[in-house]
């Protein structure tokens, strides 16, 4: 009998070949669970502003898996120890970080599937995983949860300078054409080291962390919190909404048999827990779910549900101001009257779907949760705020609020 050969290659258009190191990382990639990340677009809408932004969650997770196995090498090299094991699991850890994302991620975590995290929904799914694999990504689950004693494993996966962040701004840039995203992951990921268990900076790669900072920030404002983006992304969470307002109201709606079992009810992350099937289910949702009801959407007898469809499908996007003060509570109200009167909505509640307002934050180093920590020569560590001296990094730790009002353009 021939055993299939599962030393893979994948040929990765950022980083070059990407090497599967053994079985159970190629089991895992071959799963169910990992191949919907196939259907599901990384930066969701995004391609409706930069039509090159069509990579998938697969392309990410497979880039962040790339980065933690060289980032371990380095730290190999410089003496500190990681055992195969442990390399596996912080490798695991990353390759599956991101498998609790459903279709346009954050757009559906605010509509259809809400009050949980995909962080909380990736571990539900390892743990599921862990057991149809006879307990093998038990280290993984305990790195991804922060229960594992090495500690700077989980910084690897989530931290201020982890492997995810480093990869989606690399990848992001690239499939989107932004040139202000690129970073050099090389120069970061060989200056890496530890000090009392947490990852550390050595000082010679300090120019090139600010360079990532700046790059988070430039990449949120021209990429992420694009304007038009945040139209595109708020016209789908409120289609969605809309769409469960109808159900909820008795109202029959065509959906998929995955979409339906989220539509028709509103589970909880207990519910997730208790019983399996939810999450078989939600395994089985993507992007071409959302896409096929929407487009069903378009003819819906419900013009509001009709009109927000026609928008997506026919990229009529709204329009969006965008202010650094909170808009007038009489300018927000004129504005859904004008709306009302224009598309002859009589419903106020239904005004609500067709105007949005809000704020979004922009934070590209937050010191407050974990820091980035600088080594230098003399053995001391000094957080990167206070460490640079070419770049005011304590100006980029603040957040920046700016607050938008979205609606149809005249």
């Known amino acids: ?62 880039g962040a898996f790339y980065l933690g196995r060289l980032a371990v090498e380095t730290l190999r090299l410089k003496g500190h120890a990681v055992s195969a094991e442990e390399e596996q699991g912080v490798s695991l850890a990353l390759l599956l970080h991101d498998i609790g994302h459903g279709p346009f991620s954050h757009a559906l975590e605010h509509s259809i599937v809400s009050g949980m995290t995909h962080e909380e929904l990736s571990l539900l799914f390892i743990n599921r995983l862990n057991e149809e694999f006879g307990g093998r990504l038990t280290l993984a689950s305990q790195i991804f949860n922060n229960t594992y004693p090495k500690g700077f494993l989980h910084q690897l996966v989530s931290g201020q300078l982890d492997m995810d ?22 120069r970061i990921l060989n200056m890496l080291n530890i000090v009392d268990d947490n990852l550390v900076v050595e000082a010679k790669g300090i120019y090139s962390v600010e360079k990532f900072i700046v790059a988070r920030r430039l990449m949120y404002w021209q990429v992420y919190l694009h304007k038009t983006v945040l139209a595109a992304e708020q016209m789908l969470v409120f289609l969605l909404l809309r769409a469960k307002n109808l159900v909820m109201q008795g109202r029959n709606i ?157």
């Open 1 to 62: 009998m021939i055993l299939p050969n599962k030393r893979k290659i994948f040929n990765d258009p950022v980083y070059g070949f990407i090497t599967i190191p053994d079985d159970l990382v190629f089991d895992l990639i071959e799963h169910p669970f990992f191949q919907r990340l196939r259907r599901i677009k990384q930066l969701g809408l995004t391609h409706l502003v930069y039509p090159g932004a069509l990579h998938t969650r697969f392309h990410h997770a497979l």
């Open 165 to 186: 962040r480093m990869d989606y701004l690399k990848r992001d840039s690239f499939y989107t054409g932004v040139s202000e995203g690129v970073i050099n992951s090389d």
């Open 254 to 410: 065509f959906t998929t048999p995955d979409l339906h079992t989220f539509l028709f009810h509103s589970y909880t992350l207990d519910d997730f827990e208790k019983n399996p099937e939810i999450l078989e289910r939600f395994a089985q949702l993507d992007d071409y779910d959302i896409y096929t009801a929407i487009k069903i959407w378009m003819n819906s007898d419900d013009p509001v549900l009709a009109f927000l469809s026609k928008g997506l499908v026919n990229r009529h996007l709204f329009k969006v101001e965008i202010r650094n003060t909170p808009f007038d509570e009489a300018y927000v109200r004129q504005t859904e009257l004008d709306v009302a009167a224009r598309f002859n909505i009589g419903n106020v509640e239904d005004v609500k779907y067709v105007v949005y307002h809000g704020e979004i934050n922009n934070n590209a180093y937050n010191p407050t949760k974990d820091k980035i920590n600088i080594l230098h020569k003399d053995g001391s560590v000094t957080d990167i705020a206070e460490a640079s001296a070419q770049l005011n990094v304590s100006i980029l730790s603040e957040t920046i609020t700016n607050y938008y009002l979205c609606y149809p353009k005249k």
